[in-house]
């Protein structure tokens, strides 16, 4: 009787392993990256196939691939060698990564309120162009994001509906003179 509890025990606690290394591969390689195409050494927006990589993580070392590609669909037979990118740094070709940096020690362009840790669930920082145009990061197509963050400036929330308001109603907008 005792066997079959030991065995009972093993059984559980290898379970709840394999399931821990398949909610960490998951973690790891969720979300969207964006990284260098080695075909033509441009930037592209890519999704890894998490789902897939947990499941195999339960049983051996996950084999990658992507389930999107902002080169497809006419590049959809490529050999995916920009996984290998993603292999070495998992983090630091995340989007959240990236924009999060840049928004680091920033302040924004209006208020000059200086940035926090960013609550993108609710209240997104955004972004304002040369012409003084605020846009959202849901936006910006992900490929562009490098160009996208070198040509633009933070704004925080607050700031960002504010400029919309008045960019889409300035018939309902006064100014008034600082002190």
Known sequence: MSYI????VGAL??????????????????????????ENHQPAAVRVAAAKAAIQAAIATPHLQLSECSRWPERAGCGQECLSQIQEAPKA?????????????????????????????????????????????????L????????????????????????RQHPELVTDRPTH
């Not at 509890?5 to 009972?8: E, R, T």
């Not at 709840?16 to 080695?38: H, N, Q, W």
């Not at 929330?157 to 008045?166: L, P, Q």
Request: glycine share 4%; aromatic share 14%.
């Open 93 to 141: 070709c995340l989007v959240s990564t990236i924009v999060n940096r840049w928004y680091q020690g920033t302040k924004c362009v209006y208020c000059h309120n200086p940035f926090g840790e960013s609550h993108w669930h609710d209240h997104p920082p955004a972004l304002v162009d040369e012409q003084g145009e605020t846009i959202e990061w849901n936006e910006i197509p």
């Open 143 to 166: 490929e562009n994001l490098q160009r996208t963050l070198s040509t633009h400036w933070p704004v925080c929330w607050n700031c960002h509906v504010a400029e919309t308001f008045r």
């Open 5 to 8: 509890l030991l065995f009972v």
């Open 13 to 38: 606690l290898l379970f709840v392993f394999e399931l821990f290394r398949s909610v960490g591969a998951y973690r790891k390689f969720r979300g969207d990256r964006i990284v260098s195409c080695p």
